[in-house]
């Protein structure tokens, strides 16, 4: 059975900085590209950033590029989003997805990945 189970999320002023970990279990992690999505009320979930499975390739929404930082870590299974500089327009749920993408591109779309965890909460005040 997969899981992907969030944490990290939590309530900080604008300006600050979280750090979001995603471990993985009951799937080959190497396998997968792993994406890191946010959906905010009233609005569709959309890609934040996204890691190839060998961590050469990264891709970072424009609104977060410069303040996120996405890195895997194999051995441990984890995936995890570095935030900082954080705005009230960052506050959503954020999830982590796998992708079992055979192309060496990497995909945002929602749709294309396979697993997803629960979400984890993250608010801005400004």
């Known amino acids: 059975q997969v899981q992907l189970v969030e944490s990290g999320g939590g309530l900080v002023q604008a300006g600050g900085s979280l750090r979001l970990s995603c471990a993985a279990s009951g799937l080959t992690f190497s396998s997968y590209a792993m994406g890191w999505f946010r959906q905010a009320p009233g609005k569709e979930r959309e890609v934040v950033a996204a890691i190839s499975r060998n961590p050469l390739k990264t891709y970072y929404a424009a609104a977060v590029k410069g303040r996120f930082t996405i890195s895997r870590d194999n051995a441990r299974n984890t995936v995890s989003l570095q935030m900082n500089s954080l705005k009230a327009e960052d506050t959503a749920v954020y999830y982590c997805?796998?992708?079992?993408?055979?192309?060496?591109?990497?995909?945002?779309?929602?749709?294309?990945?396979?697993?997803w965890g629960q979400g984890t909460q993250v608010t801005v005040s400004s």
């Open positions: 997805a796998a992708d079992l993408n055979p192309t060496i591109e990497l995909r945002t779309r929602v749709p294309l990945y396979d697993y």
